[in-house]
């Protein structure tokens, strides 16, 4: 049984670009949340999707987006990149109602 | 602001010894409390999880003590072994809410 799996597992861009980063849940489940990580910090919550639709948003600004398929799997993006966004982009699943978030191994985004 | 306070930021101990890493936290509408582990270059691995209801809870080498009063909780590494070396979060989250708040991490070292 695959867990969460995310691609790519690191990215290198520049300032004012865009990004896509993806996502795919561990089977059966159906609740994917995205978490950035700065070096030796805590993950934070940017936002949750559930039934395809944004359930829940940390503080996170409006340049970052999400979408999640009907496959349940999910793509954050973010536009207008800072030098600030460098950091762990951690994907998380779960099953509604369920307590336990299994994480992917993330993917390192670097922005010059 | 950060919802949950974790220290120290990082310990040294010696083979065999006890690793104790301990959280506070503000939001008495937390009612689940998960540690997690990380290795470099992974995601967080939930390791042992704890609600209010109960004071203390055990897995193997991992015990989580709980104070609902004083809000805080702490994990206890019995025995510590060199492959426990990684970084320990403390979180937090409310019921069916999903949204885990972290702690800043901290990192272990067990000397051999």
């Known amino acids: 049984d695959a867990g969460v799996t995310q691609s790519p597992t690191h990215l290198i861009k520049t300032r004012g670009q865009q990004v896509t980063l993806r996502c795919s849940p561990k089977s059966g489940h159906d609740t994917v949340s995205w978490y950035q990580q700065a070096l030796g910090q805590g993950p934070q919550f940017i936002f949750q999707y559930y039934e395809e639709e944004e359930r829940q948003r940390g503080n996170f600004p409006d340049r970052f987006s999400g979408h999640q398929f009907p496959n349940y799997s999910s793509e954050l993006n973010v536009n207008a990149l800072l030098l600030g966004d460098s950091a762990l982009y951690l994907c998380?699943?779960?099953?509604?109602?369920?307590?336990?978030?299994?994480f992917g191994p993330g993917t390192r985004l670097l922005v010059l | 602001q950060q919802q949950v306070k974790q220290s120290p930021q990082s310990l040294i101990v010696q083979k065999g010894g006890i690793s104790i890493i301990n959280c506070a936290y503000e939001?008495?509408?937390?009612?689940?409390f998960p540690w997690y582990q990380q290795f470099p270059g992974k995601g967080p691995a939930l390791l042992i999880a704890i609600r209010p209801d109960v004071s203390e809870k055990k897995e193997g080498r991992f015990t989580i003590s709980f104070n609902k009063s004083a809000k805080q909780f702490s994990l206890h590494i019995m025995d510590s072994q060199p492959g426990d070396s990684a970084t320990y979060f403390c979180?937090?989250?409310?019921?069916?809410?999903?949204?885990?708040?972290f702690g800043a991490g901290t990192t272990v070292t067990v000397r051999a």
């Open positions: 979180a937090a989250s409310i019921s069916n809410d999903y949204k885990l708040s």
């Open positions: 998380a699943s779960t099953i509604s109602g369920g307590e336990t978030q299994y």
């Open positions: 939001n008495t509408a937390f009612d689940y």
